[in-house]
């Protein structure tokens, strides 16, 4: 009896820390972010103002937010689809062929995910610097160098593809691991035999390869979606601020500047609302379509 | 004939191969690489070309970052709420992450869900929410007290990064737990060990590869983050390196000091290279076992 009581307080005192701090850290937030979406309310002061859906009316007028929501989209298709053809073709290539400095080559691939964004974003804005930046100089050695600088980060359209580069460049090794991991499952065997038959390499990597993969590459598909949009909320605040004229602004970044630097607190938590139900859908609908049946080794 | 043909095809295609990988590992070791020779270069020197290598060693640009530009005491900043956010992290998950693996009670698969619905929850959705709360406890706090607390507090700052990493870490830690037998808890409670005492003296040091990987990765978010960090710290004074650097970078653009900047660059990622390459063969089987980072 003394030992039934002695177990349950064990277990109290075990869980209890964790569960209070999840509690006041995790989930009252979560939840402030659902409720406040309804209040138009400053955040500094009292005055809260029940508003229903108003706040949602009006994010759905807002120019700004169709902005950040089209470069958001371009984020992700365009991140999503070079970061996951780079990531897929260098881990077959590090797993399937015999190399030398296999080891070394997946060491450097890793090192940009251990890397701060804030050092990524530094790095990167030097080498887009239009007068001292590397990438310019090295596109001097082809044109004429008395033309115009190219302003990686300064002209609108161009800036939008400068950001992912750096996404990308950041996210390649990171994907590269995983599909690695699930590549090094797939009995040899299976490629002997394809060998003998004389199945080439690029049949060998469609026919075997990424369907035993599959089911990785689908849960990663999950993954681009939710970390672009992260991603691209850590690279925009360190690197372009949004600009030039909101060219840059993304869903997290509008809503952070919403909520806090311009302290509309309500209409703020009114954009996460959307941005999360939308990411929840988008990765649902990914879900579906790449359903195939599973396949065993 | 034939497999002398298959053969040169064969070299043709590994070149091909080599040139590819070669090539991705210049595009990332040539910026980084930069990185540490423009930290080293004289701010005269920026305005030649970009690939010169520097014409002498500049350490006074790592002085000027350390002192003028506050990076000394913000490293300091960031080595103490890594250290007390990780111990807190252990301290906390730890616990809790063995009695979820090991132990059927009541409510047990509720907890369990609850933690792994956590997993779900994006900080930076969040971020804001917590401002707000800490301010008006910290408003609360001064008609109390008379003195604010919470918010341009490292503890707190620490605090909220140690519940930001509970989800991950506790899913980690017990999918490690429940693969140990139930003989090891047998055992114990026959030499008359109680629950406690089992859990540190028995389980804790059978778990210490799963620990270090939890160290590992969570060194390196709770080093490089910077939302939170910049939202809870809001005194000029008081920043982690991360920050300090977005400000060497917002300072460089209206007064030309590269030099600076650069080296405060190397500042903040010096420490994750190096143990990047002391332990990076646990850091990528690590992600692998856990296979999800936010």
Request: aromatic fraction near 16%.
């Amino acid at each position: 009896m003394n030992n039934r009581k002695g177990r349950g307080r064990f277990i109290f005192f075990c869980l209890a820390p964790a569960v209070i701090l999840f509690t006041i850290f995790l989930i009252i937030p979560t939840i402030d972010v659902f409720r406040m979406s309804l209040y138009k309310w400053g955040g500094y002061t009292d005055n809260k103002t029940f508003v229903g859906m108003q706040n949602f009316s009006k994010l759905f007028q807002s120019d700004k937010f169709y902005q950040s929501f089209q470069n958001s989209i371009l984020l992700i298709v365009v991140v999503s689809i070079v970061t996951f053809a780079f990531a897929l073709i260098f881990a077959s290539m590090l797993s399937r062929e015999k190399l030398k400095g296999q080891n070394f080559f997946r060491i450097i691939f890793y090192i940009p995910n251990i890397l701060s964004i804030v050092v990524i974003s530094a790095i990167f804005s030097a080498i887009y610097d239009p007068n001292s930046g590397l990438l310019n100089a090295f596109l001097n050695l082809f044109r004429s160098a008395t033309s115009d600088p190219i302003l990686w980060l300064g002209d609108q359209k161009i800036v939008i593809y400068s950001l992912s580069g750096a996404m990308i460049w950041q996210a390649i090794g990171y994907y590269m691991v995983m599909y690695m991991a699930s590549m090094a499952n797939i009995p040899e065997s299976l490629y002997e035999s394809a060998d003998l038959e004389g199945a080439g390499r690029i049949h060998q990597f469609f026919s075997i390869t990424i369907p035993l993969i599959w089911t990785n590459i689908r849960t990663t598909l999950t993954f681009f979606i939710i970390s672009t949009i992260n991603m691209s909320f850590l690279f925009v605040m360190a690197m372009t601020g949004g600009g030039p004229d909101g060219a840059t602004e993304v869903f997290l970044s509008y809503m952070y500047k919403e909520a806090y630097t311009n302290s509309s607190y309500g209409y703020g938590m009114a954009i996460g609302v959307i941005v999360f139900l939308f990411s929840f859908a988008l990765a649902a609908i990914l879900n579906v379509v790449t359903k195939r049946e599973h396949l065993e080794y | 004939m034939n497999s002398e043909h298959q053969h040169s095809s064969n070299k043709l295609y590994k070149f091909f191969i080599y040139l590819l990988l070669i090539a991705l590992a210049v595009v990332i070791i040539v910026p980084v690489g930069w990185a540490f020779l423009a930290s080293i270069k004289q701010d005269v020197e920026f305005y030649g070309s970009p690939w010169a290598l520097p014409e002498g060693f500049h350490l006074q640009n790592f002085a000027d970052a350390w002192q003028k530009a506050k990076m000394g005491s913000y490293m300091l900043n960031s080595v103490v709420t890594t250290a007390i956010a990780l111990v807190l992290l252990l301290v906390i998950a730890l616990p809790a992450a063995y009695v979820l693996a090991r132990y059927k009670f009541r409510s047990s698969s509720f907890w369990n869900m609850l933690f792994m619905a956590g997993l779900f929850i994006n900080i930076n959705y969040i971020v804001v929410p917590i401002f707000l709360m800490l301010n008006n406890g910290d408003k609360s706090l001064r008609s109390l007290l008379g003195q604010p607390f919470l918010l341009n507090n490292l503890f707190i700052l620490a605090l909220v990064y140690a519940a930001m990493a509970l989800p991950f870490t506790i899913y980690l830690l017990s999918g490690y737990f429940k693969t140990l037998p139930k003989e090891y808890e047998e055992a114990a409670s026959v030499d008359g060990a109680g629950y406690f005492r089992t859990m540190v003296q028995v389980i804790m040091p059978m778990a210490k590869p799963s620990i270090v990987t939890v160290i590992l990765f969570n060194f390196l978010s709770f080093w490089n983050e910077y939302i939170i960090s910049m939202t809870l710290l809001t005194k000029p004074g008081l920043r982690t390196l991360p920050v300090g650097l977005m400000n060497l970078m917002a300072a460089q653009k209206s007064a030309v000091q590269y030099g600076q900047m650069y080296a405060g660059l190397v500042l903040v990622m010096l420490p994750t290279l190096i143990l990047y390459m002391l332990v990076q063969k646990k850091l990528t089987q690590g992600m692998t076992m856990g296979g999800l980072k936010g």
